[in-house]
């Protein structure tokens, strides 16, 4: 069985700060994706990012960058230099890469954050 | 073009009745998917459907039933909608059944029960 566990319910910063949002996942499989995806107040899923597992590269795009490590099965999100706009709900999830069926993905119970400016 | 698309966005309904979210993707994906979003913002995965085999999440009521008329269509039914299905349905698309190149997911439909 999967699980993703996003821990932070909601965070409030002022804008400019950095932000991180934590994310550790548990699965049995050898090989998985890891994804984010931020839902902004109108609803509608937007999606960051995708991450093999293989592939422990930090990544870094603009203000965001995510930092993966797989010895402690996290999967962790900053922000920097944050805007009013960044507010929104952001979910990390978990897909696997192998096996039979369509599982589509586990996704955690999302962190609420809130930029005040 | 919307890449994945879905109809109605808002449907208010009684108790009771029966209806049904239109889901369809544009993208040549193989395999389908339905998500429900809860008030507290859980999204939990319903079904997915790929190459005519489909998957239910077994905590799903067998009220709800997808029907799939083709491989760009994943339509949801609900039979004897109950209070507790108000929440937002979204579908989504994949290539292949492990998202390797990601998932694609439509704007969501707000579903009401009353």
């Known amino acids: 069985a999967q699980k993703v566990t996003q821990a932070q319910t909601e965070i409030s910063v002022v804008e400019k700060e950095d932000v991180t949002l934590d994310c550790v996942y548990e699965?049995?499989?050898?090989?998985?994706?890891l994804f984010w995806y931020k839902q902004p107040p109108s609803g509608e899923l937007v999606f960051l990012i995708r991450?093999?597992?293989?592939?422990?590269q930090n990544e870094i795009s603009g203000r965001y960058s995510w930092n993966f490590q797989k010895s402690t099965s996290s999967f962790n999100f900053t922000i920097t230099a944050s805007q009013v706009v960044d507010s929104a709900v952001y979910f990390c999830?978990?897909?696997?890469?192998?096996?039979?069926?369509?599982?589509?993905?586990?996704f955690g119970k999302g962190t609420h954050l809130i930029i005040q400016p | 073009d919307t890449a994945v698309s879905q109809t109605p966005k808002y449907l208010v309904t009684q108790m009771g009745n029966d209806k049904s979210i239109k889901c369809e993707q544009n993208?040549?994906?193989?395999?389908m998917y339905w998500y429900k979003q809860d008030s507290k913002k859980f999204l939990k995965i319903m079904f997915s459907?790929?190459?005519?085999?489909?998957?239910i999440n077994e905590t799903v009521p067998n009220r709800f039933s997808p029907k799939s008329p083709d491989k760009a269509h994943l339509n949801l039914h609900i039979n004897s909608l109950e209070l507790g299905d108000s929440a937002v349905y979204f579908c989504?698309?994949?290539?292949?059944?492990?998202?390797?190149?990601?998932?694609?997911f439509g704007s969501g439909t707000r579903l009401t029960v009353v």
């Open positions: 989504a698309s994949s290539q292949g059944p492990r998202g390797s190149y990601g998932y694609t």
């Open positions: 699965t049995r499989d050898t090989t998985y994706y």
């Open positions: 991450r093999n597992s293989f592939d422990e």
């Open positions: 999830a978990l897909s696997p890469t192998s096996g039979g069926g369509a599982d589509g993905l586990t």
């Open positions: 993208l040549g994906h193989d395999t």
């Open positions: 459907y790929n190459n005519k085999e489909l998957i």
